[in-house]
């Protein structure tokens, strides 16, 4: 098909792209290089989209996909390799290509690492970036959350309900998760904090932790099974970044009030451009995203004019 507009990522930003994008005429496509969701399929429990009480992450963002596929064709497991630009784009993937006259970039966050010694010898072997995806495995074990987010206290909920014994390690005094998610926490795991994990030990999988004091400066060793990094992710901007879209002094998609970057019908949505990091955030930024694709390829007059 000849797409007018194509979105990299399928996550909620992305996806909410693609709904707006057909609705408002364009012929769309949504490109993803893993299955569609995001990130927020990972997360535990949402109990801040309006309009529905509590669900799971996972639950959520199949939601969202079901309803995107009935308008618009999403391509999963589609790494997009390059993007020609020139009077048009030209899009590759590992799988073809796909010219289009706008694009949006929704292509997310990664997940932070630490940056510690064994983190990566022991990735999958008992260092886990994903408390939903791999928690069950440690039922029953000493654990460790890295963080003290709001992703971190919700890691470390959850890991105590699947019956996990959890510590939640954080370098400052106090945690920066929202209250009423600390109240939740409260005496259901232990806590250790003004402390950073300075290395992962352990043979074939992890065994345990070094941890240091940061005001004392004193060390110990914590006996774990799992790790799991809850620290925050870095922007996916690579792409961005190479047909010259603007970032800032972070890292993340630079854009106005309309989604809009500072090369023309080219927009940015979710978390990619920072900010606040919220599903129904990058909800509201992929529809902005995209009724401003619609504004500018069907009235180039009016966009000179914004």
């Known amino acids: 098909m000849d797409y007018e507009l194509i979105i990299v990522g399928g996550g ?8 707006y994008g057909i609705r408002s005429g364009l ?23 309006p309009g529905i009480d509590s669900v799971k992450g996972l639950e959520l963002v199949e939601k969202l996909k079901a309803h995107a596929a009935k308008y618009v064709d999403i391509k999963e497991f589609e790494l997009v390799t390059d993007i020609a630009v020139g009077k048009d784009f030209l899009v590759r993937t590992e799988k073809g290509e796909y010219p289009a006259k706008a694009l ?3 292509t997310g966050t990664t997940h932070r690492k630490l940056g510690v010694k064994g983190e990566d010898k ?11 995806c791999d928690g069950f495995l440690f039922k ?13 206290v919700l890691d470390a909920i959850y890991l105590d309900s699947v019956g996990c014994k959890v510590t939640l390690i954080h370098r400052r005094g106090e945690l920066r998760a929202e209250d009423y998610l600390q109240k939740r926490l409260a005496g259901k795991v232990g806590l250790c904090l003004n402390s950073v994990v300075e290395e992962i030990m352990g043979d074939n999988f992890v065994k345990g932790i070094r941890i240091q004091d ?10 774990v099974a799992g790790v799991f990094v809850s620290v925050g992710e870095d922007p996916n901007t690579e792409l961005a970044a190479k047909i010259g879209v603007s970032l800032d002094e972070e890292g993340y998609i630079k854009t106005n009030k309309t989604q809009r970057t500072n090369i023309p019908r080219v927009y940015a949505a979710g978390d990619v451009t920072g900010g606040v990091k919220q599903i ?4 509201s930024e992929g529809a902005v995203a995209a009724l401003s694709a619609f ?9 000179k004019k914004v």
């Open 122 to 132: 022991f990735s999958g072997k008992g260092v886990s970036y994903c408390a939903t």
């Open 280 to 283: 129904v955030v990058a909800c």
């Open 104 to 106: 949006i970039l929704a």
């Open 214 to 223: 940061t005001k004392e400066k004193t060390k110990k060793d914590l006996e």
């Open 12 to 19: 909620p930003a992305g996806l909410s792209a693609g709904i």
């Open 295 to 303: 504004e500018d390829l069907r009235s180039p007059y009016w966009a």
């Open 140 to 152: 029953g074990k000493k654990v460790a959350v890295v963080g003290g987010g709001n992703s971190a």
């Open 27 to 49: 012929r769309t496509l949504v490109l993803d290089k893993v299955m569609a969701g995001g990130l927020a399929g990972e997360a535990p429990m949402v109990e801040n989209y």
